[in-house]
């Protein structure tokens, strides 16, 4: 004996019948929360625009000596550079993301010039981080490529030129 009930049963899970249902009866909260959504990132976009950005590249070329050396006294070690020379162009990303290197830029440029774009001020060791930290140095082979960051465009352009001169 199978009831008829068993023969049609609706099938479990959800329709389109459902889905249209959902909408109609949410749309008012739906466009509401859509709206407020894009006006939210509208509002962020306005209040922090990207920054503007500055790119040099750096040809590093060292010469690796082939040659034996005869030293003289007690220091005996001779450091070589590796057949890719990583290590010396590291240390040339070191040199170039210092603190030193952009204290130096900033003394050159004039640290109002450089925080007037980020909040103003005059202070010399704030504008030296604020340099050093939008500073980005990356290799590669025997090339550094190096990337300035500074909400304005203006300061881009001279502040990655100075620290490349005074490199």
């Not at 007690?74 to 450091?79: E, L, N, P």
């Not at 590291?90 to 050159?108: F, K, M, P, R």
Request: charged residues 15%.
């Amino acid at each position: 004996d199978v009831c008829s009930s068993d023969l049609h049963q609706t099938p479990a899970g959800m329709t389109v019948g459902d889905i249209y249902y959902v909408v109609f009866r949410h749309k008012w909260k739906i466009i509401l929360l859509s709206l407020a959504g894009i006006v939210a990132a509208a509002v962020f976009y306005y209040r922090n625009p990207p920054p503007y950005q500055s790119q040099a590249e750096l040809l590093v070329q060292y010469v690796p000596e082939s040659t034996s050396q005869s030293l003289v006294g007690s220091d005996h070690q001779v450091i070589m550079p590796d057949s890719q020379g990583a290590g010396i162009i590291n240390s040339e990303i070191q040199i170039l993301t210092s603190l030193d290197l952009a204290e130096q830029a900033v003394t050159n440029i004039g640290p109002a010039n450089i925080l007037a774009g980020a909040g103003g001020g005059s202070n010399a060791i704030a504008a030296a981080g604020l340099v050093q930290g939008n500073l980005k140095a990356e290799a590669s082979g025997n090339i550094i490529l190096v990337t300035f960051k500074h909400p304005d465009p203006r300061i881009v352009q001279p502040v990655l030129q100075e620290v490349v001169h005074d490199y």
